[in-house]
């Protein structure tokens, strides 16, 4: 059964302090892996999608790993500031065949920025 | 427009009454799709369209739910004799593909539906 499982379900840091999210997937055939950001009454928004081949993608103050043999990914966030304060979302995409790929989403870490 | 616009952002209905939500896809976007999120759950995914066809309808939970799209455009999620177990946020995204690099999905701000 494809799943996706995130850790932790919730986080507080302080402003400024970095920080990591985790995602473990049993997903296959294995297509992509995204990251999306949601902040609260909003819709999902992607920050980082990576392939096989790819073990790290960045986008600004957010840095995206991905292990295909361990089948983990984390999201990591530096210098956290008040507005990194949502729910951060791993969805993983699988080979369906003919049409779109598949997608199985994870729960969600919700972070929240204190100052 | 310049996003995925969804209506209403809010509904309040009461029970067995019927409703109709609207999702306009980013123009060019050949596949949407409509996922439910209750509270405190993840995305839940209900149908995908690419083009005016839906491949995809295994997400709808009874059939009381049903969605169309026309023009490859404009979809229209219904649901027939609402229940309490309805109330959900209702996302819709649109993408420019359906597979691999090209299906970044662009999701709207949601229609949050309340039965009472």
């Known amino acids: 059964k494809n799943q996706v499982e995130q850790s932790p379900q919730s986080l507080i840091i302080l402003e400024g302090k970095n920080c990591t999210l985790q995602?473990?997937?049993?997903?296959?055939?294995?297509?992509?892996l995204r990251w999306y950001k949601q902040d609260t009454g909003r819709g999902p928004v992607s920050l980082t999608i990576?392939?096989?081949?790819?073990n790290t993608k960045s986008n600004g103050r957010y840095t995206a790993t991905l292990d295909a043999d361990t089948k983990q990914s984390s999201l990591h966030i530096t210098a956290s500031q008040l507005s990194d304060s949502a729910s951060y979302i791993c969805?993983?995409?699988?080979?369906?065949?003919?049409?779109?790929?598949?997608?199985?989403f994870g729960k969600g870490t919700h972070l929240i920025i204190q100052p | 427009g310049a996003g995925v616009s969804q209506s209403p952002s809010n509904k309040v209905t009461e029970k067995g009454k019927d409703v109709e939500l609207r999702c306009d896809p980013i123009?060019?976007?050949?596949?949407l799709y409509w996922y439910r999120q209750s509270l405190g759950q993840g995305l839940e995914f209900l149908i995908y369209?690419?083009?005016?066809?839906?491949?995809?309808k295994s997400g709808l939970p009874s059939d009381r739910f049903s969605a169309e799209r026309t023009g490859g455009s404009v979809s229209t999620l219904t649901i027939q004799r609402t229940q309490q177990e309805d109330s959900a946020v209702y996302l819709c995204?649109?993408?420019?593909?359906?597979?691999?690099?090209?299906?970044?999905?662009?999701f709207g701000a949601g229609t949050r539906l309340s039965v009472l």
């Open positions: 995204a649109s993408s420019l593909g359906s597979n691999g690099q090209g299906s970044i999905q662009y």
């Open positions: 995602c473990n997937y049993t997903v296959s055939p294995f297509s992509n």
């Open positions: 990576m392939t096989f081949s790819e």
């Open positions: 969805v993983v995409s699988y080979v369906s065949g003919g049409g779109a790929d598949g997608l199985t």
């Open positions: 123009s060019g976007h050949t596949a």
């Open positions: 369209f690419q083009g005016n066809s839906a491949p995809d």
